[in-house]
């Protein structure tokens, strides 16, 4: 997976941090899709490319072949958006624009794939096929330089995540935002002590590198790890083979918990509930919650995103403040900053909520054929438009991660997460299911 880019709280940050540029982005595709509408204009409406469930696939061919100028359409406004955000961070745009170009080209042939009904019917939905297709390239091919350079998974999480923003009702995220907050801080905090204790008391590994564990297997996951290990001062070492557990404890999620699902047959909304739970990062999860449907998908967001994401800053300045008053001799004097509780806030969630509140105040003013009227012309595409990027997201997954390079890391860490899922899993299957389940069952 790609290196995270560390926000340093400059003004620099707007225009060098992907956080922000997923931010400018859906923004800028939410707009954009108010204003054609009420302008009246129809671009926009060229980008929708929704393969119909299909038997035979000479009728997906077909589609196909009516459907190519929207395909175009679909890859150069995509190109130009990321292009321009990868270029200012950094980037050399000739290398991204060759590999976006691929993974353009592999996301339409895997959303047309996942469309069979014959995928559908072994369970093999179109996020899934994206990261098993992917998987399968990265770790039995060598994937081109071109393309591993475009492979940002986290940039397109977040700018689905900003996109997600404009089909929850801003009243909706402060509701269900407090129970979302409740519930997965109780999670969170059982997780964190159990991974902390079994790494420290069981394995007698080094309290800042248990901690580290600890703070990726229960808060968010890879971004939780670096800037948790950052705060406390953890070795390099140990945050590198924290970040690679992880990403293999994720990816085992992304099969464990739809089986466990299936098996107790959870309904959507609870189901993205507890995988918005127990899921290590944003964008494993949404693997497993877009496989389900769009409620399992806004329930998974409530609760990860702003039940857990966002409060990795305080997390950080927390954990800070306990290292240096009841850990760190070597850095006697030094004080944790407030600021930080800023600086390593997910700036992406901004996005999320602005969206959130466009559309809200939009069908607030609206009368019942207006409001129809939203909900189809620019929820809608909105969705569709966010779905593009979630597949971007899978497949970068799946080419990225390579299985045999994460087994070399020892099994202590590996065991003390795991230890620590066997603690999530079951209280965070009680709160979603047994005792919130028809909450967020209501959470259309």
């Not at 469930?53 to 009728?59: E, F, K, Q, T, W």
């Not at 939905?125 to 986290?154: F, Q, R, S, W, Y």
Request: proline content about 4%.
């Amino acid at each position: 997976m790609e290196k995270l880019t560390v926000p340093s709280g400059k003004w620099s940050d707007l225009w060098q941090q992907e956080d922000y540029w997923a931010v400018w982005i859906g923004l800028v595709i939410v707009l954009a899709a108010i204003l054609f509408r009420n302008t009246g204009n129809s671009f926009l409406t060229l980008l929708v490319f929704i393969v119909p469930d299909y038997s035979d696939p000479a009728a997906a061919i077909s589609y196909v072949q009516n459907h190519m100028t929207a395909l175009f359409a679909l890859y150069l406004f995509f190109m130009i958006l990321f292009a321009i955000a990868v270029k200012a961070m950094g980037h050399r745009i000739s290398s991204f624009i060759a590999g976006f170009t691929v993974l353009f080209v592999m996301s339409a042939a895997i959303i047309v794939w996942g469309s069979w009904s014959l995928m559908e019917n072994y369970g093999l939905e179109t996020p899934l096929l994206a990261l098993i297709v992917g998987l399968l390239i990265g770790n039995i091919l060598k994937v081109p330089k071109g393309v591993d350079n475009v492979l940002h998974t986290g940039f397109f999480v977040k700018t689905g995540i900003v996109l997600t923003g404009a089909t929850l009702p801003f009243t909706l995220i402060m509701m269900a935002g407090v129970t979302a907050f409740a519930q997965a801080s109780i999670v969170t905090s059982a997780t964190f002590l159990t991974v902390y204790w079994a790494g420290t008391r069981l394995f007698s590994l080094d309290k800042r590198f248990a901690a580290t564990l600890a703070a990726g297997g229960s808060i968010c996951g890879v971004s939780a790890a670096i800037a948790i290990g950052g705060a406390i001062k953890a070795e390099k070492q140990h945050v590198s083979i924290a970040i690679s557990v992880i990403i293999i404890w994720s990816i085992l999620m992304i099969f464990l918990l739809p089986f466990a699902i299936n098996v107790l047959d959870v309904p959507p909304g609870p189901a993205g509930a507890w995988i918005g739970t127990s899921e290590f990062a944003d964008a494993p999860g949404m693997v497993v919650a877009a496989a389900i449907d769009e409620q399992a998908i806004k329930t998974f967001t409530l609760v990860k995103v702003i039940g857990r994401d966002m409060f990795i800053g305080i997390w950080c300045f927390i954990m800070a403040l306990f290292s240096i008053t009841r850990w760190d001799k070597r850095f006697d004097g030094t004080k944790p900053n407030p600021s930080d509780i800023w600086i390593r806030f997910p700036k992406f969630i901004l996005g999320f909520f602005v969206a959130s509140i466009l559309i809200t105040i939009l069908t607030a003013v609206s009368d019942v054929n207006s409001y129809n009227i939203i909900s189809n012309n620019i929820i809608s595409l909105v969705e569709e438009l966010r779905n593009w990027t979630f597949i971007f997201a899978f497949l970068s997954i799946g080419l990225t991660s390579r299985l045999k390079d994460l087994t070399f890391e020892g099994w202590k860490p590996f065991a003390a997460i795991g230890i620590g899922v066997l603690v999530n899993i079951p209280i965070a299957y009680l709160l979603s299911v047994v005792i919130m389940g028809s909450y967020w069952a209501g959470i259309k």
